[in-house]
């Protein structure tokens, strides 16, 4: 039976998409949310569900009375829990697999007969899992739609059926990724002066005109005028020019950020337990920063899903050795492309007095700590904002999807 201080909530469903830089913000905006007095139910899938176990220990998803967590599977075939997720694989399982799971949970925290919840008043879905649109209109509850994006990214994303329309994408062959036509500048998006194709998220780099991620993005932001309401991790003094634009595109656009700064305003002892991290947080790594002059370390991180070559991490493990500055380097297992990530024996002697190498870390307390002087980043949004936040300088390095635009309001 429901007590009446709960039925007396309201009951926001928070579903992110299942990746790190995407689950992050989420878990911040439901924590507001949860400040405000929501009842929350977040929704993992059953993939990353275990991976939080792993990470956080067996009791990581038990949750409080008014912050729930569920699961529901996505139909992908299990793998290396350490393994990078494939970002086409994972959004093509979400598009086929999650909108009856997802139906089926609503039906069970509204069955008013057996719940112990109160009524669902709201879903926040992450902009890019469409489906959640759907089953917000068969159970009719307001959807707010959150994309996890800064704004000039959203509206890159927002232009790329015009540039379909345009003839500048896809592109006539791959000699056109070397010849100089990404560099061409487009002079007509709201918001966005000097922009140049390259800037542009990098799915418009494609020779396919069938290709998966293109046309997914195009669905999503084609839909985003379906929710009650768009919600942007960004704030007004930050992307000022491109948010007017949107403003007039879009009949309610929220900008909310940045997370991590509202979040230190108005945290909640109860909820401090409830993390995020898909990997294992090396703690160890802020005692080691303890011992070095404030802001002479370099930190490099690529990020969750971004992999390199192993010629790519010798040169960079070359270039921080030769720097002569300490550096703390972030590898996960996955990171290189095909090989395991480990470097000789011989670097980690040479630079042992200088350096930490792990495989995680808790990226908000390393950018906030006294001895950080820079940050190498592969330019994913949550990294930029948080970046920005702690006032730390980036070198980047971007990879792919809205980095390069990222990268280029660097």
Same mark, same amino acid.
């Given at each position: 039976?429901?007590?009446?201080?709960?039925?007396?909530?309201?009951?926001?469903?928070?579903?992110?998409?299942?990746?790190?830089?995407?689950?992050?913000?989420?878990?911040?905006?439901?924590?507001?949310?949860?400040?405000?007095?929501?009842?929350?139910?977040?929704?993992?899938?059953?993939?990353?569900?275990?991976?939080?176990?792993?990470?956080?220990?067996?009791?990581?998803?038990?949750?409080?009375?008014?912050?729930?967590?569920?699961?529901?599977?996505?139909?992908?075939? #299990?793998?290396?829990?350490?393994?990078?997720?494939?970002?086409?694989?994972?959004?093509?399982?979400?598009?086929?697999?999650?909108?009856?799971?997802?139906?089926?949970?609503?039906?069970?925290?509204?069955?008013?007969?057996?719940?112990?919840?109160?009524?669902?008043?709201?879903?926040?879905?992450?902009?890019?899992?469409?489906?959640?649109?759907?089953?917000?209109?068969?159970?009719?509850?307001?959807?707010?739609?959150?994309?996890?994006?800064?704004?000039?990214?959203?509206?890159?994303?927002?232009?790329?059926?015009?540039?379909?329309?345009?003839?500048?994408?896809?592109?006539?062959?791959?000699?056109?990724?070397?010849?100089?036509?990404?560099?061409?500048?487009?002079?007509?998006?709201?918001?966005?002066?000097?922009?140049?194709?390259?800037?542009?998220?990098?799915?418009?780099?494609?020779?396919?005109?069938?290709?998966?991620?293109?046309?997914?993005?195009?669905?999503?932001?084609?839909?985003?005028?379906?929710?009650?309401?768009?919600?942007?991790?960004?704030?007004?003094?930050?992307?000022?020019?491109?948010?007017?634009?949107?403003?007039?595109?879009?009949?309610?656009?929220?900008?909310?950020?940045?997370?991590?700064?509202?979040?230190?305003?108005?945290?909640?002892?109860?909820?401090?337990?409830?993390?995020?991290?898909?990997?294992?947080?090396?703690?160890?790594?802020?005692?080691?920063?303890?011992?070095?002059?404030?802001?002479?370390?370099?930190?490099?991180?690529?990020?969750?899903?971004?992999?390199?070559?192993?010629?790519?991490?010798?040169?960079?493990?070359?270039?921080?050795?030769?720097?002569?500055?300490?550096?703390?380097?972030?590898?996960? #297992?996955?990171?290189?492309?095909?090989?395991?990530?480990?470097?000789?024996?011989?670097?980690?002697?040479?630079?042992?007095?200088?350096?930490?190498?792990?495989?995680?870390?808790?990226?908000?307390?390393?950018?906030?700590?006294?001895?950080?002087?820079?940050?190498?980043?592969?330019?994913?949004?949550?990294?930029?904002?948080?970046?920005?936040?702690?006032?730390?300088?980036?070198?980047?390095?971007?990879?792919?999807?809205?980095?390069?635009?990222?990268?280029?309001?660097?």
């Amino acid at each position: 039976m429901i007590s009446h201080i709960l039925a007396d909530k309201p009951h926001a469903v928070c579903i992110p998409s299942p990746a790190q830089g995407h689950i992050k913000p989420m878990i911040k905006l439901a924590k507001l949310l949860h400040y405000k007095g929501f009842h929350i139910t977040f929704v993992h899938t059953e993939f990353n569900h275990q991976r939080l176990l792993k990470s956080r220990g067996a009791d990581a998803m038990n949750g409080f009375p008014d912050f729930r967590f569920e699961s529901i599977p996505d139909g992908l075939p #299990p793998s290396n829990e350490n393994a990078s997720q494939d970002v086409a694989a994972v959004c093509e399982a979400a598009k086929k697999n999650l909108l009856a799971p997802f139906n089926s949970l609503l039906d069970k925290l509204n069955d008013s007969a057996s719940s112990k919840v109160p009524p669902v008043t709201c879903i926040v879905s992450d902009g890019v899992m469409p489906f959640a649109i759907d089953a917000a209109e068969t159970h009719q509850i307001p959807i707010a739609l959150f994309f996890t994006t800064s704004a000039c990214s959203f509206m890159g994303f927002n232009q790329f059926q015009a540039l379909q329309d345009k003839g500048l994408t896809p592109l006539k062959d791959e000699s056109f990724l070397t010849n100089g036509y990404l560099d061409k500048v487009v002079d007509w998006i709201p918001g966005m002066r000097d922009i140049r194709l390259r800037d542009l998220p990098s799915f418009i780099r494609t020779t396919d005109p069938d290709d998966f991620l293109f046309k997914y993005c195009v669905e999503c932001l084609g839909r985003a005028s379906e929710g009650s309401a768009v919600i942007l991790h960004t704030f007004d003094v930050l992307e000022q020019e491109v948010l007017t634009a949107l403003y007039h595109m879009f009949p309610r656009v929220y900008t909310i950020g940045p997370l991590e700064l509202l979040l230190n305003q108005k945290q909640e002892a109860d909820l401090s337990s409830v993390g995020c991290n898909l990997w294992k947080e090396e703690v160890e790594c802020l005692h080691w920063l303890d011992s070095n002059k404030p802001r002479s370390v370099m930190y490099v991180n690529f990020g969750s899903i971004a992999t390199v070559t192993k010629e790519q991490l010798v040169e960079f493990g070359m270039g921080l050795a030769e720097s002569g500055h300490p550096f703390l380097w972030i590898i996960r #297992p996955d990171m290189v492309a095909g090989d395991s990530a480990i470097l000789t024996p011989e670097y980690t002697e040479e630079t042992k007095e200088r350096s930490f190498i792990c495989s995680w870390c808790p990226q908000e307390e390393v950018l906030n700590h006294p001895s950080i002087g820079g940050f190498l980043t592969h330019s994913g949004w949550g990294s930029t904002i948080e970046s920005i936040s702690s006032g730390v300088p980036m070198l980047c390095w971007p990879f792919f999807g809205d980095q390069q635009t990222n990268c280029r309001y660097t």
